[in-house]
């Protein structure tokens, strides 16, 4: 099972939508696939189509992990109740208790709740954790369990700037917490193909970050509030613009997998 947390500490770059547009993808590649929704706001669990019920959520799960039962409380994403595919995509769904763990004086002991709370599944082949954009409890207890980080970024000055600081700040989290933990890569997102600014600052992030940048880069997409609204998987979302949105995703997530072989075998299947 890999675990791959999205991360960002700039807010409104699409970290939520990259992470719904990878599940869609790893559901119609059929890997059985769970998405931790460990933002307070619970974008992705709304986008996926998750109405709570008497489940408990990621957060009262956090509150007692060692006895918390993640495969008798996640939730099926309605994107494979509605016929859209016959795979796995479950939801460890958001609320805003999580909040309490959004502090920066978390412990230790803390940050080892979402590894507990995801010890003993074997139901999963990948894990996308959707991480809030701060680097306070919650994205340190997300990359304490992660075996990657996945950061999400537009190219715009700040969230370049933005992404530097996160790198750096991943390299120290590993020596002192997490020395398994890698970044998978840095998505490009929210492109706009025409703008000078966006040429120049990919041309930066390129400079900056190397093969790091993952490919291909995700454009700007004037429907996509609308599928998320819908709750639909850009799969299967009618129009050639969700068609090209869910060829890119297809292969952003085989650029991802390329070094974890049983999922990239799986895809390739």
Request: aromatic share 4%.
């Amino acid at each position: 099972m890999q675990v791959v947390s999205i991360s960002s500490l700039k807010g409104g770059v699409g970290k939520t939508s990259v992470t719904t547009g990878l599940a869609s993808a790893a559901l119609a590649a059929g890997i059985p696939t769970l998405v931790v929704d460990l933002d307070p706001h619970a974008d992705a669990t709304t986008a996926l189509g998750v109405q709570p019920g008497s489940q408990l959520d990621i957060g009262r799960m956090l509150k007692s992990p060692r006895k918390a039962r993640l495969q008798d409380n996640v939730a099926g994403s309605s994107w494979v109740s509605n016929g859209s595919s016959d795979g796995t995509l479950d939801v460890a769904v958001g609320s805003a208790f999580t909040g309490i763990y959004d502090r920066p004086d978390l412990g230790r002991r803390d940050l080892r709740r979402l590894s507990a709370v995801l010890a003993g599944t074997t139901n999963y082949e990948l894990v996308l954790v959707d991480c809030p954009p701060s680097l306070n409890g919650l994205t340190r207890m997300a990359w304490s369990a992660s075996d990657r980080v996945v950061l999400v970024a537009e190219p715009g000055l700040f969230s370049v700037a933005g992404t530097e600081r996160t790198m750096r700040a991943i390299q120290l989290f590993r020596q002192e917490f997490a020395p398994h933990l890698a970044p998978a890569g840095i998505v490009a997102n929210r492109v706009r193909t025409g703008s000078a600014e966006h040429t120049f600052r990919l041309a930066e992030m390129e400079s900056m970050f190397g093969e790091l940048l993952l490919t291909p880069h995700i454009p700007e997409q004037a429907n996509w509030q609308q599928i998320q609204g819908a709750a639909h998987s850009v799969h299967h979302w009618p129009g050639d613009s969700a068609k090209n949105s869910a060829k890119l995703f297809d292969a952003l997530l085989q650029s991802l997998l390329a070094g974890q072989p049983s999922l990239r075998d799986r895809r390739q299947r």
